[in-house]
């Protein structure tokens, strides 16, 4: 049997990065960006205020204080986005808005509740002056031109993931949309002559195609674009027309028809587009698990991922196989998911030499340790174990037992809030 590891790396070796497109921004998070963002001009453009305040100039400010506020002429107000129009002189100050550029002449702001503007307003005083009430500093709430972004910098590199801050920062230069390797697509075909879909009424001896809806919200979580192709039955006409539907997506994904046992027309079917292998990886869930790649009309091949039809030996394969071949794609570095090293309630135990993926939920006690408990029974059929599971609990393959009490490491299938 392969290891994880060794099933991981044959399954990479099939991929390569996507090519780039122009990405809208609100469409661009989580991609990757495809070149370097340069700044074409300043961030802030020109010195600004980072209060609301009075531009003034500090020599005027130097003795005041509240006992003996300094008294100037107030000669203009402006707002953000405005161009001030007269400098600030000897005895005058500028009521001036946050961001709005610092007329020449001041060398600091003083904010609104450094002034008696309050109390002149409440004895409806003259707005003409302002007392101030504090010295200032020399540039004392003035952002320089260029603080933040200098004309001519390389903002942003190539193979950065945007995040809200940086597509923040691509906006900020002036652009509204992005060049960044493409998501991609991924075909999802289920397969098997006992299933219905959801909506569908209920027949005895069918279940619900529950796969193909865990499956496609994985790849969206993941970055991909999931396409639910629908439910090929256990006939080589179903299977041959629902694969080649699938054929002008990045990855076809398959459910059931992988176990040496199963149903023959799947492999047949498969085999004949192009090339496949089924393996056995030393996992539980997960043992049995096909990959290849499909041969279109044109001849580009499409690399195949054939997943195990029990619903949690399908969503644990794709999270140690198909999260690390969507990263590739999108060129993202292939980075093993979060995990915490967690006290376990209850025992995993490992009876076979496979590594365990025990299905389980991580909290913190009172001391702010992880702690983690078992989501009830852990057989692969049993989908609600993943529902109630925000991680999974590693037994490594050489480890007979991890025992209640010992600490296991707990790879997070979530971060939710409540477990800090």
């Not at 001041?106 to 503007?117: S, Y």
Request: proline share 6%; aromatic share 4%.
């Amino acid at each position: 049997m392969l290891s994880v590891e060794e099933a991981r790396e044959r399954i990479l070796s099939y991929f390569e990065r996507l090519p780039a497109e122009n990405v809208p921004l609100t469409e661009a998070l989580g991609q990757v960006l495809a070149e370097d963002m340069v700044a074409g001009f300043n961030i802030p453009p020109l010195p600004n205020s980072a209060m609301d305040g009075y531009a003034v100039r500090k020599a005027d400010v130097t003795d005041a204080s509240t006992e003996s506020p300094v008294e100037l002429e107030v000669i203009r107000t402006v707002a953000a986005g405005e161009l001030p129009d007269r400098p600030v002189v000897q005895g005058t100050a500028i009521r001036i808005m946050t961001g709005a550029p610092v007329p020449d002449g001041a060398d600091a702001v003083v904010p609104f509740e450094d002034t008696d503007e309050l109390e002149r307003r409440k004895d409806s005083g003259a707005q003409s002056r302002i007392g101030i009430h504090l010295a200032a500093e020399h540039l004392e709430n003035i952002r320089d031109a260029g603080e933040d972004v200098q004309q001519g910098e390389t903002v942003l590199s190539s193979g950065q993931i945007l995040r809200s801050g940086e597509l923040g920062v691509v906006a900020s230069l002036g652009f509204d949309a992005v060049s960044a390797f493409r998501r991609p697509v991924v075909a999802i075909v289920s397969t098997g002559d006992e299933l219905l879909q959801p909506g569908e009424e209920h027949q005895p001896g069918k279940i619900y195609n529950s796969n193909a809806y865990s499956i496609a919200s994985m790849v969206t979580k993941y970055g991909g674009q999931p396409r639910i192709m629908g439910i090929a039955k256990d006939t080589i006409e179903s299977l041959q027309a629902a694969l080649d539907e699938a054929m002008d997506a990045d990855l076809v994904v398959t459910s059931a028809g992988v176990s040496k046992g199963d149903y023959d027309v799947v492999k047949d079917v498969l085999s004949s587009k192009g090339e496949i292998a089924l393996w056995s990886v030393r996992m539980r869930p997960a043992k049995p698990l096909a990959f290849g790649v499909l041969e279109r009309s044109d001849g580009k091949k499409v690399p195949h991922l054939g997943l195990p039809g029990n619903p949690v030996s399908a969503m644990v394969a794709f999270e140690q196989f198909g999260r690390s071949a969507l990263r590739k794609m999108m060129g993202k570095p292939d980075r093993a998911k979060s995990s915490v090293q967690a006290i376990m309630d209850d025992p995993v135990t490992n009876h076979d030499g496979r590594r365990v993926y025990a299905r389980v939920q991580v909290y913190t006690d009172e001391s702010g340790q992880y702690r983690a408990r078992s989501t009830g029974n852990q057989s692969s059929g049993v989908l609600r174990s993943m529902a109630l599971a925000n991680g999974l609990a590693i037994c490594p393959d050489d480890i007979g037992m991890i025992d209640a009490g010992e600490i296991a490491t707990v790879e997070m299938l979530d971060w939710p809030d409540d477990i800090f």
